[in-house]
């Protein structure tokens, strides 16, 4: 079970979004605005092949109790099952951004047909 700042992390990240939580990406991570679907899908795709293979390579540690430095909030120290936590609500949270953007989209195209 996470602790508090993982807990927190984890909540705000998860969608929908809530009011208070829609922050913009630190600028170090913030996705290029040229990138196409074409581009990031695969990139995204690759990126879960590398997790899932970390994950494998590494099945004996304890996760748990492996702790590393927030890279974006200094002062908070996750473990690394926290970390893939948060990962996977942050993950989650761009999931539902695409099919929110998606609907829209599709309703503005059979709007003007």
């Known amino acids: 079970m996470?602790?508090?700042?993982?807990?927190?992390?984890?909540?705000?990240?998860?969608?929908?979004?809530?009011?208070w939580s829609k922050l913009k990406a630190p600028r170090v991570i913030r996705p290029r605005p040229s990138q196409r679907l074409g581009e990031a899908y695969p990139a995204f795709k690759a990126s879960q092949g590398e997790m899932i293979a970390f994950l494998r390579a590494h099945a004996d540690l304890d996760l748990a109790s492996i702790r590393f430095r927030n890279p974006f909030v200094g002062w908070v120290y996750f473990s690394l099952a926290t970390g893939l936590h948060v990962t996977g609500a942050h993950e989650r949270r761009h999931l539902a951004q695409a099919w929110r953007i998606r609907r829209t989209l599709e309703g503005t195209a059979a709007s003007t047909a």
């Open 2 to 19: 996470p602790g508090w700042p993982g807990r927190f992390f984890g909540y705000m990240l998860e969608p929908p979004p809530k009011w």
